[in-house]
C-alpha cells in the first residue's frame, strides 16, 4: 500500500478507481458477490421455465392461466425498475440489493405452498419485485466499482447467467430422479430460495456500497473508505464530506427521466433501452422455451429432453464468458450488431425447416442461436446501461433499460404460447426473427460506444461547471 491519492470529491473517487488494480483483492468478493445477484436471478427464471409441464399438470392450468404466470414477473418488473432505479440513486445501491433477496425468500416461500392460481400469481408478483429491485441495481453496482480498462468485463454476466440456468436444469434432473413427479416444479423453487437466503446473509456482511454513489451524494469520507477497503490503497481522507453536485430531487422522477432522454444521453438511452427490449423478446420466445422446443424435437420424456436443454446452455455458456472477448475485439455495439444479424438468420432457418430438420441441425441450430445471442445482443444493452451514465443517474438509466428488456420479456413469455397454440412452432418461431432485425437495425443506426466515449466523461464536464 505504497499509493498515497487525495480523495475530496467526486472526481477523485472516480480518479482513485481508475488507478486501482480493478479487480484484485476486496473487489473479488466485490464482483463474486454482485454477479452472484444475476446467478440468482437467472436460476430463479429458470426453475419455473425448465418445470412447466409438471406445474400445468399439477394445476390444470388454462393457455391463458399459463401466460399469465409465466408473464408476470417479468410484468411487474416492467413496472417496477424505473422505481427501482430511482431508490438506488437515492439510497444507495446496496440496501435495494439486499430487499431484492427479502423479496425473493418470501416468494418462494408462498409459490411452495401455493394450491391455487391465484396464490401462485401472487407469489410471481414478489418475484418480479425481487428482479426489478436486484437486476435493474445489481449492474450500476458492479460498474461502479470498474475502472475503465476492466469495463468490458461487465458482459460477464451473461455467462453466469447461463452457468445458474445449467445448474438448475441438472438439479431438476436430480431431483426428478427421486420420484418427486409433478411437485418437481416446487422443489426447483425451493432450492432458488436457498441460494437467495445464503446469498443475501453473505452480501449483507461482506459487500460495501458503491464509493462512486457515495461520492455523488457528498459523502467523500465514506467513499474514500470504501476505496481503501475493497483496492487495498492508500488514499488521503478529506476531513468532512461535500455538497452533492446533484441533490436526489433533481435526479429522480420526472426530472431525471428528462435528462435521460435530452443530449448527451439520449442516444445511448435509446440505443441500450431498444436493443436490450429486442433480445429479452428474442430469448423469451425462444430461449425461454427451450425445454418446450426440445421436448418437440427429441421427445416427450423429461429427462432426455431438460438434458438437450443443458447441451444448448453449454453454449450460451461459451458466448457468455467469451462476449468480454468479443467486445473487446469490435465493441460492445458492434457485438450486438453482429450478434443480431446472426440470430435473425437462424430464427428463420429454424422455424422454415423446424418440422423437417434431422437430428444435427435440430442440435446446431438453437445451440448456435444461444452462442451468438449470449456473445453480442444478450449482455449489451445492460453493460451498455450501466456504462453510460454518471452516478447520480446511472442506476435510473440502467432501470429504464431494464424496463425496456422486462417489456420485451413479458410480451416473448406471454405472447409465444398463444402463438405456439394458435399456428405451431415453426411459424411462430418465424415470426420472432422480425425482433432481431429490428435490434440490428438500432444498433447499426444509434451509434454510441463507451469505449469511446465513457460516462466518465460527464462527470469531469459537471465539476467543471459547478467549479
Known amino acids: 500500500m505504497n499509493t498515497l491519492l487525495p480523495v475530496r470529491s467526486e472526481q ?63 410484468l411487474v418488473a416492467l413496472l417496477l425498475c424505473p422505481l427501482a432505479g430511482r431508490l438506488s440513486d437515492r439510497y444507495g445501491r446496496l440496501p435495494m440489493i439486499l430487499l431484492a433477496k427479502v423479496l425473493a425468500v418470501v416468494s418462494t416461500l408462498l409459490a411452495v405452498v401455493a394450491p391455487s392460481f391465484g396464490l401462485l400469481v401472487i ?37 453466469m447467467w447461463y452457468v445458474a440456468a445449467t445448474m438448475n436444469l441438472l438439479l431438476t434432473i436430480g431431483v426428478y430422479n427421486l420420484g418427486v413427479g409433478d411437485d418437481i416444479w416446487r422443489w426447483s423453487l425451493v432450492s432458488a430460495g436457498a441460494i437467495a437466503f445464503v446469498l443475501g446473509a453473505v452480501q449483507w456482511f461482506v459487500l460495501p456500497e458503491s464509493p462512486r454513489w457515495l461520492a455523488s451524494q457528498g459523502r467523500v469520507r465514506e467513499a474514500a473508505q470504501a476505496i ?35 443530449p448527451p444521453y439520449r ?26 422446443i426440445a421436448l418437440r424435437l427429441f421427445g416427450s420424456d423429461f429427462v432426455p429432453a431438460t438434458i438437450g436443454v443443458v447441451v444448448f446452455n453449454l453454449f450460451g455458456i461459451l458466448g457468455g464468458f467469451s462476449s468480454t472477448f468479443v467486445a473487446a475485439k469490435l465493441r460492445i455495439r458492434r457485438a450486438m450488431q453482429f450478434g ?8 428463420v432457418v429454424l422455424g422454415v425447416f423446424f418440422h423437417a430438420l434431422p437430428l444435427w441441425a435440430a442440435v446446431a441450430i438453437p445451440a448456435a442461436f444461444l452462442l451468438l ?48 397454440d394458435a399456428i405451431g412452432p415453426g ?18 443506426l444509434c451509434r454510441w460506444d463507451p469505449e469511446r466515449e465513457p460516462a466518465s466523461s460527464s462527470v469531469r464536464q459537471e465539476a467543471r461547471v459547478v467549479a
Open 427 to 444: 411459424k411462430a418461431i418465424i415470426v420472432t426473427a422480425l425482433v432481431p432485425a429490428i435490434g440490428f437495425a438500432v444498433s447499426t
Open 12 to 74: 477523485d473517487v472516480v480518479d482513485a478507481i481508475e488507478a486501482s488494480r480493478g479487480t484484485h483483492g476486496r473487489m473479488y468478493w466485490v464482483w463474486t458477490l454482485a454477479l452472484g445477484g444475476v446467478f440468482f436471478e437467472a436460476y430463479s427464471s429458470t426453475a419455473l421455465g425448465s418445470t412447466l409441464a409438471a406445474l400445468d399438470r399439477q394445476l390444470g392450468l388454462t393457455a391463458f392461466q399459463l401466460s399469465v404466470v409465466t408473464s408476470t414477473s417479468m
Open 228 to 262: 481503501r477497503l475493497v483496492y487495498r490503497v492508500e488514499v488521503e481522507s478529506p476531513l468532512e464530506d461535500v455538497a452533492p453536485a446533484h441533490h436526489a430531487g433533481e435526479s429522480g422522477g420526472l426530472a431525471g427521466l428528462r435528462e435521460l432522454f435530452a
Open 123 to 159: 407469489s410471481r408478483v414478489l418475484a418480479g419485485a425481487s428482479w426489478a429491485l436486484d437486476f435493474a441495481v445489481v449492474m450500476a453496482y458492479i460498474a461502479e466499482f470498474l475502472p475503465r480498462r476492466h469495463q468490458g468485463k461487465l458482459n460477464r454476466w451473461q455467462g
Open 373 to 420: 445471442h449470449s456473445a453480442g445482443p444478450a449482455p449489451g444493452g445492460a453493460s451498455l446501461a450501466a456504462l453510460a451514465y454518471p452516478s447520480h443517474l446511472r442506476a435510473l438509466g440502467s432501470g429504464v433499460t431494464n424496463t425496456a428488456g422486462s417489456t420485451g420479456a413479458a410480451i416473448g413469455l406471454f405472447v409465444f404460447p398463444l402463438l405456439l
Open 267 to 292: 442516444r445511448r438511452t435509446m440505443l441500450a433501452a431498444v436493443t436490450f427490449m429486442m433480445q429479452g423478446l428474442e430469448y423469451y420466445a425462444v430461449g425461454w422455451y427451450l425445454p418446450i
Open 340 to 347: 443480431f444479424a446472426g440470430v435473425t438468420v437462424l430464427i
